[in-house]
């Protein structure tokens, strides 16, 4: 059972994969990963991928956010094809167009806070927008710890500069792998939070990758992965109601 979205909701999309299929190896020792999937994320939403492991739903947001190959189907960004850019394209689309939060922090030890988070802009020979940029450094509470270098910052400090340095650039999409995953219950909360009000107040796309069903009901919905196909999504979700769809595919595996 699909519940339905809000009415609402904006139908401008940030991203859209159509028969979208990923398939490793060949003959005997062949893997589908991804098999005909088609999904659209649209503009200032909260997206959750939840599935089993092995499910697809990593190969999914790899494929989606440009960071590895498909095997047929296509994936768009916007108006832009994937699948029809040359490497450099590719690099540049994902610099200007997309933001990264991963559950390892990747931040640069020997840049403070700031740096880290202008990195991205920095390299691509851009300067910041002042305001947005204060913005985003007021919402995730890094004011006082701009100066800091990573070293000097706990887990969860360390991974709101992730946030901070994916938000700065404005991203068409911000794409998170598990990017909870390496925190307490209470740092993982805050930078949910933060992800959530970036949708609410700033108007961001964020599609997120996770295996907690707390963490999901951050989102506005949540598309349910099995066997590298869709097979479930729940709009508006809570973690008990995330947790009783997730026991039902535990089920249905043990049974088949």
Known sequence: MTTAPPADRTTAVAARATELSKIYGQGETQVVALDRVSVAFRQAEFTAIMGPSGSGKSTLMHCVAGLDTFSSGSVRIGETELGSLKDKQLTRLRRDKIGFIFQAYNLLPTLS??????????????????????????????SDRL?????????????????????????DIIFGDEPTGNLD?????????????????????????????????????????????????????????????MKRFDAKGRTS
Not at 119 to 125: N, S, T, V
Not at 217 to 243: M, N, Q
């Open 147 to 171: 100066s800091h270098r990573p070293s000097q910052l706990s887990g969860g400090q360390q991974q709101r500069v992730a946030v901070a340095r994916a938000l700065a650039s404005r991203p």
């Open 185 to 245: 219950s209470r740092s993982g909360a805050e930078v949910l939070g933060f992800l959530r009000n970036s949708v609410r107040e700033l108007g961001q796309t964020v599609v997120m990758v996770t295996h907690d069903p707390v963490a999901a009901a951050y989102a506005d919905r949540v598309i349910f992965l099995a066997d590298g196909r869709i097979v479930d999504e729940v709009h508006g979700p809570t973690a008990d109601s995330v947790l009783d769809r």
């Open 113 to 142: 806070a700031l740096e880290n988070i202008t990195l991205p802009m920095d390299i691509a020979g851009r300067k910041p927008d002042k305001e947005w940029l204060d913005t985003v450094i007021r919402m995730v509470g890094l």
